[in-house]
Every structure is written in structure tokens, then in C-alpha cells.
């Protein structure tokens, strides 16, 4: 039975917050979508992957609502709802409808937010979300081309829209113990800068119905669940085989860490770009040339990217507009994959949320198995389809460093 049901916003996300689940000894389960069957041969926790992060708020609680039935189906009763590590979301968006939308399906009347994933320098001290050394607001994520990150103070991000209260568990409760006794009804920030201020946050609200945050939280569960006598003994993690075969690497992420990763991965092997206001002006001949050149490639893993810089983003969203640029770019990364895996690749690396929803689409992939991980929260998947096996890597953009793409690769031998 499930103990843990997760569901997350995005692909990338995700796959990340698998893998620090299955760090803990779990079994753990990533369904690419909500199943259409029902719940047979589940995981102690089982991740539902929707690729919601930008849709409307009825939209996503409308999908929300039918990842939790189906998890209740399999018999979780606790739930996860996982977002971001940098709280990706406008006043428009649904990070705090969506946790409103499943405290009411499953009768509590508050949740704790913890985004806060130290390892990869993401903390929360009084409210505020640092990436590394900086704001949130005077970092890259200013200039996300879907959710733009104006506002470090996530009280103030997620009051705007959200209907009940917002209130703070701050450092120093965290640093006292006094979680608890701190917290009501409503929405919480959790403070966070180290590992073990998630633990404290951990062992103080492990067994409500709803808690939401990044995947550094939720890989605190499962040791709780554990020692409650809800989860099985921890066990080594039997990592899927990585198949054999060509490569590829897809990019559609436009964060400063993806451009870096491009830059570097694109002067070591052949690179195609793909070009929003060309994919509009000529979106089959534009197509047609990226399938011809992929044929042509005898590299083992070529690197086809949308990746841009902002002023180049900005430009192409005055152009044709923010959804329309996104949604050409997309459709040509999906059929960068689908022409790849026609030519018996076998191998996909992939940077970028809205992207790896396209991809793992595209290839009709609905259920992986989590691997090894080659960043932190960055593991390689297998998924199978008609023609065999294959293996993903799902990069958020800002996970990683310079050097991920090959490093990816490299780990897959």
C-alpha cells in the first residue's frame, strides 16, 4: 500500500523529488502523468509528474484533484504537493490554490511550505528565499520567461494568492524546537538554511494529511514514516539497467545555469539551435531542417537547444507572444525526441521543466524507475516503450553544473 502520495508541478521536479525519496531506501514509483488505469502494482511512495507549473490556477487544481484520487486509490492518505525549489509563481499563480484545493479533499485545515534544498543552495531565513548568496527577486529567476521571481519574501508571494492566512515559522522557532506549538490553521513558510532545519520541520509536522516545499523536505518523510510502522525496512536501491545506445541532448531552459551548460557542452559536440520566430514564420520547413541535420550527425550525442539568453527571450515573447514562443519551441524539442528515438536513440538528456514535459510526452513514456543520480536531484531514468528500453535525465534549469551534460553521459556508461 502507499504510504506517500506525491504530486508535482513539473517533470524535472518531479524526477528530483524521486530521487531523493528512493535516497531514503523507499520504493518509489514516478508516473508520468496521471494513469488512466487504476492503481495496481504501486510503490510504498508513488510521484505523480504534471507539467502545471504555468497553467492557471483552475486548471491545476482541476489535474490535482484527479492525481489525488487516483493516489488515495492506491491507499496514500498523506500527501505531498511539490513545487519548485525557487517557489516558480506569479500572483496569478497556483502554488497556494492547488495546496488549498487538496487541504479541503483531504479534511485538514493547514499545510507547511518548505522549498528550502540547501544542498543545491536554496534556504529560507525569515521568509525570504536566497539562491545561493542572493535574493530570489536579484537572482536569474527575475528573468524567468514564464514566472519571473520579483519578490524574495514568499509570505507576501504566496498571500497574493491565496484565500486563507499566511503566516511564518521563522529561524528561531525552528532553532528552538517550538515548531508545533508555533502553527495553526493556514498556510506556513518554514524556515530552512541547513539540512537539519528540515529535519526540525520534519519531525515536528511528519504526520499531517498535506505537506508541500521542494524535494529537500519531502526526502525527510520517509525515515519518519518509517519509524511510525508505515513504510518497510530501508533497502538498497535496485537501480534499473541503463540501456545501450546513441544519445541526445535536448535544452529549452533559458536559466543562467542551463546557458552555461550549453556553452560549455556545445563546443565539445554539434549543436543545433532551434529559433522561436523562425519555428513561427516556417514551422515545417524549420522542422524538417533540424530532422535532416540530426540525421546527418555521426556524434554519439549531439545537443539540440533552444536555450537563449533574456534579452533574446524578451524579444521573441514581444514578437509572438509569451505563450506562443513556448509552445513552437516545444513542439520542435518534442519532435527533436520523436525523430531521435525513430533513429534508435536511447539515451535523452533533458534541461527544462516545460521541456521535459514535452519530451517524456513525446515519447509516450508513463511510468520510470528511478536510477543513479548524477547531481543532486538530477537522477537517470528507465522507462520502456514499443521499441525497448530507453533511459531520461530530467534537469531542472538551474540544477547541475557547468559541465552536467557530459557528466550525464558519462554516468550512463
Known amino acids: 500500500m502507499t504510504a506517500l502520495g506525491c504530486i508535482a508541478d513539473d517533470?524535472?521536479?518531479?524526477?528530483?523529488?524521486?530521487?531523493?525519496?528512493?535516497?531514503?531506501?523507499?520504493?518509489?514509483?514516478?508516473?508520468?502523468?496521471?494513469?488512466?488505469?487504476?492503481?495496481?502494482?504501486?510503490?510504498?511512495?508513488?510521484?505523480?509528474?504534471?507539467?502545471?507549473?504555468?497553467?492557471?490556477?483552475?486548471?491545476?487544481?482541476?489535474?490535482?484533484?484527479?492525481?489525488?484520487?487516483?493516489?488515495?486509490?492506491?491507499?496514500?492518505?498523506?500527501?505531498?504537493?511539490?513545487?519548485?525549489?525557487?517557489?516558480d509563481s506569479t500572483p496569478q499563480g497556483n502554488i497556494g490554490p492547488v495546496a488549498e484545493a487538496l487541504m479541503a479533499a483531504l479534511g485538514t485545515d493547514r499545510t507547511l511550505h518548505a522549498p528550502s534544498f540547501p544542498e543545491n543552495g536554496r534556504r529560507v531565513f525569515m521568509?525570504?528565499?536566497?539562491?545561493?548568496?542572493?535574493?530570489?527577486?536579484?537572482?536569474?529567476?527575475?528573468?524567468?520567461?514564464?514566472?519571473?521571481?520579483?519578490?524574495?519574501?514568499?509570505?507576501?508571494?504566496?498571500?497574493?494568492?491565496?484565500?486563507?492566512p499566511v503566516g511564518l515559522v521563522d529561524w528561531p522557532t525552528v532553532a528552538a524546537g517550538a515548531v508545533r506549538a508555533a502553527v495553526g490553521p493556514g498556510h506556513w513558510i518554514g524556515d530552512a538554511i541547513s539540512d537539519g532545519d528540515l529535519d526540525t520541520l520534519a519531525e515536528a509536522v511528519w504526520d499531517w494529511p498535506l505537506l508541500s516545499g521542494g524535494s529537500a523536505?519531502?526526502?525527510?518523510?520517509?525515515?519518519?514514516?518509517?519509524?511510525?510502522?508505515?513504510?518497510?525496512?530501508?533497502?538498497?536501491?535496485?537501480?534499473?539497467?541503463?540501456?545501450?545506445?546513441?544519445?541526445?541532448?535536448?535544452?529549452?531552459?533559458?536559466?543562467?545555469?542551463?546557458?552555461?551548460?550549453?556553452?560549455a557542452y556545445g563546443a565539445v559536440a554539434p549543436a543545433f539551435r532551434i529559433d522561436p520566430r523562425?519555428?513561427?514564420?516556417?514551422?515545417a520547413g524549420e522542422t524538417a531542417r533540424m530532422r535532416d541535420w540530426l540525421a546527418a550527425q555521426d556524434h554519439p550525442a549531439p545537443l539540440v537547444y533552444a536555450t537563449a539568453e533574456p534579452d533574446q527571450v524578451r524579444a521573441a515573447q514581444a514578437e509572438l507572444g509569451t505563450d506562443r514562443a513556448g509552445r513552437v519551441v516545444e513542439a520542435a524539442l518534442a519532435a527533436a525526441a520523436r525523430a531521435a528515438r525513430d533513429a534508435g536513440v536511447a539515451r535523452f538528456v533533458v534541461a527544462g521543466g516545460e521541456t521535459s514535459g514535452a519530451v517524456t510526452q513525446a515519447l509516450a513514456v508513463d511510468r520510470l524507475d528511478i536510477g543513479a543520480e548524477i547531481a543532486p536531484g538530477v537522477p537517470w531514468c528507465v522507462a520502456r516503450d514499443a521499441a525497448g528500453p530507453l533511459a531520461v535525465a530530467l534537469k531542472s534549469g538551474n540544477f547541475g553544473g557547468p559541465d552536467f551534460f557530459a557528466e550525464a553521459l558519462a554516468a550512463a556508461e
Not at 253 to 261: E, V
Not at 278 to 283: S, Y
Open 11 to 87: 517533470f524535472t521536479g518531479a524526477t528530483d523529488l524521486a530521487a531523493l525519496l528512493a535516497r531514503s531506501g523507499a520504493r518509489v514509483a514516478l508516473r508520468i502523468g496521471v494513469p488512466a488505469a487504476p492503481a495496481t502494482d504501486t510503490a510504498e511512495c508513488e510521484v505523480v509528474a504534471l507539467k502545471i507549473r504555468s497553467a492557471p490556477a483552475a486548471e491545476a487544481v482541476a489535474q490535482v484533484r484527479a492525481a489525488l484520487d487516483w493516489l488515495q486509490a492506491a491507499g496514500a492518505r498523506r500527501c505531498y504537493w511539490k513545487y519548485c525549489s525557487t517557489f
Open 127 to 164: 521568509g525570504n528565499l536566497f539562491v545561493g548568496r542572493q535574493p530570489l527577486a536579484e537572482s536569474p529567476m527575475k528573468d524567468h520567461p514564464l514566472n519571473p521571481m520579483t519578490d524574495s519574501d514568499l509570505t507576501r508571494v504566496l498571500a497574493a494568492q491565496s484565500t486563507l
Open 217 to 263: 523536505f519531502a526526502g525527510k518523510l520517509p525515515d519518519r514514516l518509517r519509524a511510525a510502522g508505515l513504510l518497510g525496512a530501508g533497502a538498497a536501491s535496485n537501480r534499473p539497467k541503463m540501456p545501450a545506445g546513441r544519445a541526445i541532448v535536448l535544452s529549452g531552459s533559458c536559466s543562467a545555469m542551463t546557458r552555461q551548460q550549453v556553452a
Open 278 to 283: 523562425a519555428l513561427a514564420r516556417d514551422g
